[in-house]
């Protein structure tokens, strides 16, 4: 088979960029006959790299202390040779995983400044589940479709549907906004593309929406300079909450600080600087995950399969700044969960960094995405719970995601 040019490049910079994790994975973590890196063996690592006399394994490690707490536990079952029959049962007579179950091995790791923690055990993923009958494509295909009749967002509906904000719309080839019309803050918006199909939107659909939102920040910021935190949210389909099927985002402007969960990250970014010689919390945190292999460099935009998502099948994506590299990696995601993996509900959260701030005390702060697709679908029973909300995030299992993106990137 014969390459094309691009796709010859971009097969070369993905074959640099796992040359530089095997450095990692054969000098610091020791892992020489593996073709990638499990988080079931994270402690191992973490010990073999403590060990090491390299000054880059040492410099690794005291990054990732700094930011991660790590713990692995034990947790032992009692179980009468009545329920180990079902239990056999849902486990198909594999001796192993009995063994597993009756001693199960937990992981957890904790950030320090966040304090967002995830909890992996692997024997979660194999608990019974539910199945729909339901074809998700084919739900999610005809709700697209069903969803375009009467859809105030279509065409030149959104003319005499849809509000404005007082200093009026704003308007691209391919999105225009429209002021949110129950708001919840002051300067709220919604950017609405003009493709109603959010989960087949290409590359330029997607930057156009972005461009569109920067464009009416500087706008708001221009009428009020003291609103100066922007921040975005998105919701596809009604899996995810959203209360409109067609393409649109969230986006608004906050006073002096950002909203909670957001706030939380920034002032524990700016502790971290205050802790660590002046060193920057975003560039240890993506070093660290480079180390892991849970990265995916595109151009000056990075995906993160990062170590303490909400769920399963989160990812994050950092930049300097929002550009086309960002546009390009949010679609490859896109592409790698909806055509791949076939996931088709997400939400998503971003936030830029203050429009009057650049930096204070080795912090300076990036474009952070965080995607999370709501899976499955057509399945009643909700993806969250009280486990999720209102302790830690309970990995399930983790589909090797990074390694999925690259591969859809040369598949496509």
Not at 218 to 230: D, I, W
Not at 302 to 330: C, N
Request: aromatic share 12%.
């Amino acid at each position: 088979m014969v390459l094309t040019t691009k796709l010859h490049r971009l097969c070369l910079e993905i074959a640099s960029i796992f040359d530089g994790y095997v450095w990692y994975r054969e000098k610091c973590f020791r892992n020489k006959h593996a073709d990638h890196l499990a988080i079931e063996n994270l402690p191992k690592y973490l010990q073999n790299a403590r060990t090491s006399t390299n000054e880059a394994c040492q410099k690794f490690v005291q990054k990732f202390d700094a930011l991660f707490r790590l713990e692995e536990i034990y947790g032992a079952l009692e179980i009468s040779p009545i329920y180990l029959k079902k239990i056999n049962g849902w486990l198909r007579n594999d001796e192993q995983l009995v063994e597993q179950i009756k001693k199960q091995r937990i992981i957890k790791i904790y950030n320090r400044y966040t304090h967002e923690e995830m909890l992996y055990n692997f024997m979660r993923s194999k608990r019974p589940q539910s199945k729909s009958e339901q074809s998700a494509q084919n739900y999610t295909l005809t709700l697209l479709e069903e969803s375009k009749k009467n859809c105030d967002f279509c065409g030149r509906n959104y003319l005499n549907s849809t509000a404005e904000d007082s200093f009026g719309r704003l308007e691209h080839r391919l999105s225009y906004t429209a002021a949110n019309t129950f708001k919840y803050d002051r300067w709220h918006t919604l950017i609405v593309s003009r493709n109603h199909d959010t989960l087949h939107l290409t590359e330029d659909e997607i930057g156009d929406m972005f461009e569109l939102a920067k464009e009416w920040f500087e706008k708001v910021y221009s009428t009020e300079p003291k609103y100066t935190c922007p921040e975005m949210i998105w919701d596809a389909m009604p899996k995810s909450g959203a209360s409109q099927i067609h393409t649109h985002l969230q986006v608004s402007l906050g006073f002096d600080i950002y909203y909670g969960n957001i706030e939380r990250t920034r002032q524990g970014a700016r502790f971290y600087a205050q802790m660590n010689d002046g060193r920057n919390y975003f560039n240890d945190y993506l070093h660290i995950h480079q180390a892991l292999e849970l990265t995916i460099p595109i151009g000056n935009a990075h995906i993160l399969v990062h170590l303490t998502p909400i769920k399963d099948l989160e990812v994050m994506v950092l930049g300097a700044s929002l550009e086309k590299d960002f546009y390009k990696a949010l679609h490859l995601i896109f592409r790698t969960f909806i055509d791949d993996l076939q996931e088709y509900s997400f939400s998503f959260g971003m936030f830029l960094p203050p429009l009057n701030e650049t930096s204070i005390n080795g912090h300076v702060m990036p474009v952070v995405c965080r995607l999370v697709f709501r899976n499955p679908i057509t399945n009643l029973r909700a993806d969250m719970n009280g486990l999720d909300l209102y302790t830690s995030s309970v990995f399930l299992s983790r589909v090797l995601l990074s390694e999925k993106i690259v591969m859809y990137s040369i598949d496509s």
